[in-house]
């Protein structure tokens, strides 16, 4: 299974982003798909997931500003990140999770100027 993102870039405040992961490989039907973010010397963080069930988790700092997505059939997950600020500055890794495997993508930067 490998996992590719794209989408991040450099951004003003109040500006929108949209970022794609693409996951191939052998997929389980259940599973979930999600976006980390982490910054130099914090630990990596939950930004939003998506269960094929659809169960919905999203960081306090993100609701309301972000949307995570899927299109299942393609193993695809986007998430639309609207009125960013500074704080939501960091290297954002897609991640994919199963009964048998935890992956992660390469990550994507995003930077949020003021």
């Known amino acids: 299974v490998q996992l590719v993102e794209s989408g991040g870039g450099l951004v003003q405040a109040g500006g929108s982003l949209r970022l794609t992961c693409t996951v191939s490989?052998?997929?389980?039907?259940?599973?979930?798909m999600g976006w980390y973010r982490q910054v130099p010397g914090k630990e990596r963080e939950l930004v939003a997931t998506?269960?094929?069930?659809?169960?919905?988790n999203y960081a306090d700092s993100v609701k309301g500003r972000f949307t995570i997505s899927r299109e299942n059939g393609k193993n695809i997950a986007y998430l639309q990140m609207n009125n960013l600020r500074p704080d939501d500055t960091a290297v954002y890794y897609c991640?994919?999770?199963?009964?048998?495997?935890?992956?992660w993508g390469q990550g994507t930067q995003v930077t949020v100027s003021s």
């Open positions: 490989g052998s997929i389980f039907s259940i599973n979930s």
């Open positions: 991640n994919y999770r199963d009964r048998r495997m935890n992956k």
């Open positions: 998506k269960s094929t069930a659809r169960t919905l």
